[in-house]
């Protein structure tokens, strides 16, 4: 019986946990057109943000092309509402703009209480779609 406790306990612990996971997703939104490998400078996409961890004072974002790392998108660090939307063009970055072909980009979003890295999400599409 009392590893059935310990089971259940363990069970209930982890559906919390995942409840809790941090979480990001986004649209390109209304951003230029841009194939020619020059990317124009835009304001952000709009996110969602779930489970946001307690205690976090700012949300730092940062774009990657998978098809191209070693090109920085930049991003932005912000305060995020309690209702963990962010509307879009909260911060600039430079937008998407692969030379030809489809790319695809992640974007992260870093939850910190001051310095502190509390947890990190990804979110990942292709552009064009």
Do not use: Q
Not at 70 to 81: D, E, F, I, Q
Request: hydrophobic share 35%.
């Amino acid at each position: 019986m009392r590893l059935f406790s310990l089971s259940l306990a363990a069970l209930a612990l982890s559906a919390t946990t995942a409840a809790a996971e941090f979480t990001i997703s986004f649209e390109w939104g209304d951003i230029p057109s841009c194939r020619t490998g020059n990317p124009n400078t835009v304001g952000s996409p709009a996110f969602v943000l779930r489970g946001v961890p307690a205690g976090t004072t700012s949300i730092e974002f940062t774009l990657k092309d998978r098809d191209a790392p070693n090109y920085s998108h930049g991003g932005g660090r912000l305060k995020v509402g309690s209702d963990g939307k962010l509307p879009f063009g909260a911060f600039k970055y430079k937008s998407p703009c692969p030379p030809g072909g489809v790319h695809t980009y992640v974007w992260t979003a870093t939850a910190r209480a001051d310095r502190k890295v509390l947890a990190r999400a990804t979110a990942t599409r292709k552009y064009p779609e």
